[in-house]
């Protein structure tokens, strides 16, 4: 029926909103926090990213990144500016990075990782695609390179928080779908 | 952890160091030294440890190479801030001794250019 199909597509389109509005507000609350180093930065909206991979599939986490990255520029008052260009570049090498892990979720066995590996990826090509851009574009100076191994070792560090963090959230989701009647909204969680 | 968490981390792992390596270990990444005097310019790779001299207006600037890293060890300006600089080995690192017109600067594989733009 074309009036069920719309229906599941405005829900869908109204969960995404939710999901991308909640991403961008925690983007904004962190761009708050002071960092020792420029570009060190937790990323708990990654955790977003991470949940609607695995509850809505990769279509889902792209068009949220997109709409994180655009509304947090809009709020911050950085859209189109270098720090716009830095994140979208973040996001997009995190979500292709997050593809590549779905693929390996998609094959199964050994090579499905887990919250935490989907997270370390997505964090570690996160920060490798805005080093390599600022370094290439705006701060093409040797002595960034030095600042390399500090921001890499902090998306390590990061990655496995939010990954940790993703997987309890998503555990507490499961329990309450769980709880829920059969037929209910839920989510796929492939192995 | 799933076997496929563990191989990322792992991998993750694997390029900190390789990053360490490379960018932080004295004359990692750092290849080349170059002291540009007014008539002659020197291209030292780092990774031979040697003593080298150059000419200024003033007279011989000396600098000395030891476990990849380069110092000026004898100028003849008045302040020696040159030598008080001490030895360099980072990517990036420019000193100079300016009353001798002597600058140094560590390079590695194509990294003139400018230094930063914004706009």
Known sequence: MPGTAEAASALRDARLARFAALAAAVHVLEAGLPSPVPGIKPGLANIVTLIVLLRHGWRAAVVVTLLRVVLSGLVLGTLFAPTFWLSLAGGLAAVAALGLGALGRRAGGWLAPGPVGLSVLAACAHIQAQFWLAWSWFIPHPGLLGLLPLLQGAALAAGLLTGLLAARILEAMQRKAAALPAGSPGGILPP | ?119
């Not at chain 2, 011989?60 to 110092?71: E, F, P, Q």
């Not at chain 2, 004898?74 to 009353?99: E, F, W």
Request: glycine share 8%; hydrophobic share 45%.
């Open chain 2, 1 to 119: 952890m799933r076997p496929a968490d563990l191989l990322i981390v792992a991998a993750a792992l694997a390029l900190e160091a390789l990053l360490l390596w490379r960018l932080w270990t004295p004359g990692g990444s750092a290849e080349l030294a170059i002291v540009q005097g007014p008539q002659q310019r020197l291209e030292l790779p780092l990774h031979q440890d040697a003593d080298h001299a150059i000419r200024g207006p003033l007279g011989v600037s000396r600098l000395r190479i030891r476990n990849g890293a380069i110092a000026f060890v004898d100028s003849p300006c008045q302040r020696k801030l040159c030598i008080r600089s001490g030895a360099h080995a980072r990517h990036g690192a420019t000193t100079a001794c300016v009353p001798n017109r002597i600058s140094l600067h560590i390079a590695g594989a194509a990294t003139e250019g400018i230094d930063a733009w914004h706009r």
